[in-house]
């Protein structure tokens, strides 16, 4: 053996924990090196998270508000919902209509359904229309077209007449052709 490895040897055998130091301060160096030279990276990969935890932070902050929102989107929707028309109930469509007429102390002459139009399939709601002709006051008349367009259905005018002839006074008669948003 080479007489100069032997003495290193003999050295390291004399001074173990010294030995041990040592190989741990070389392993040490040589890792810090290999790290150091990956610093950009693991800079750059440290700012990405810290981003990342802060938007992360940001939603839970949110998250209660956007529950909150979406409970009302649903409310809205289930509101929306339960005041369509169903287009096959003629007898509580047609209620609807004499409700406004008890309500107003107006007289419904004619109330007639319309044939539908086809629907097309993006189509959320059907239209369901109908013509009606209602006399009365001035007051009476207009009361009862306030209480169609606040009334809980959703009704669009198309059409609309007023007229007085041939009625006594102060009569008046609108007529009125409207579409009610229905259940596709």
């Known amino acids: 053996m080479n007489p100069q490895l032997a003495a290193f040897l003999a050295l390291l055998r004399r001074f173990p924990l010294a030995s041990a130091c040592v190989l741990v ?25 810290a981003k990342e935890g802060e938007a992360m932070l940001d939603l839970l902050v949110g998250g209660s508000t956007q529950r909150q ?17 169903v287009e ?7 209620g609807y209509f004499y409700k406004f007429e008890d309500q107003t102390k107006s007289h419904l002459v ?23 002709r209602v006399t ?5 008349v207009a009361a009862f077209l306030l209480a169609l367009e606040t009334g809980p259905r959703f009704a669009s005018i198309t059409a609309f007449t007023f007229s007085n002839r041939g009625l006594e006074g102060s009569g008046l008669s609108l007529d009125l052709t409207l579409d009610l948003l229905g259940k596709k």
Not at 35 to 45: N, P, S
Not at 71 to 85: K, Q, S
Not at 136 to 140: K, N, V
């Open 110 to 132: 004619e109330l007639h359904p319309q044939a539908s139009p086809a629907a097309g399939e993006t189509a959320l709601f059907k239209r369901v229309p109908y013509t009606l």
């Open 136 to 140: 009365g006051t001035y007051e009476q």
């Open 25 to 49: 301060l070389i392993l040490s160096g040589v890792s810090a090196w290999f790290l150091w030279q990956d610093i950009d990276a693991q800079e750059v990969a440290r700012e990405d998270r």
């Open 88 to 94: 096959s109930n003629l007898a509580e469509n047609k």
């Open 69 to 85: 929102e979406l409970a009302a989107a649903r409310e809205a929707a289930r509101r929306i919902e339960d005041n369509l028309v």
